[in-house]
């Protein structure tokens, strides 16, 4: 079993910048990946992010390129979302996620979830 806990939401304006971090603890041995997804009201749960946790390989949803920055510290079983010219339209609530590998974790197949953390751009 693997806990994660998100941290690092709030409100910001449109144009800002908000960073969110994941504590990962207990079984992390099998967090492979670690992503984030992120949920907008009435809309269905999305990938946004990916890090590889041995190579640092990243990958992110088309919809985010450019703007957000995924990164980890693996002596601290963390990983962190840098979000950067932020838009009304990421407005959601933040999840992180791990998973046994990158590919498995961008087409939702995770294993722990975090409890996710709200993420609020006004415009």
């Known amino acids: 079993q693997v806990q994660l806990v998100e941290s690092g939401g709030g409100l910001a304006q449109a144009g800002g910048s908000l960073r969110l971090a994941c504590a990962a603890s207990?079984?992390?041995?099998?967090?492979?990946?670690m992503g984030w997804f992120r949920q907008a009201p009435g809309k269905e749960r999305e990938f946004v992010a990916t890090?590889?946790?041995?190579?640092?390989?990243?990958y992110y949803a088309d919809s985010v390129k450019g703007r957000f920055t995924m990164s980890k510290d693996n002596a601290k079983n963390m990983v962190y979302l840098q979000m950067d010219s932020l838009k009304p339209e990421d407005t959601a609530i933040y999840y992180c996620?791990?998973?046994?590998?990158?590919?498995?974790?961008?087409?939702?197949?995770?294993?722990?979830w975090g409890q996710g953390t709200q993420v609020t751009v006004s415009s």
């Open positions: 996620a791990a998973s046994t590998s990158s590919s498995n974790l961008q087409l939702g197949l995770v294993h722990s």
């Open positions: 207990g079984r992390t041995f099998s967090n492979n990946a």
């Open positions: 890090i590889h946790w041995s190579s640092g390989y990243t």
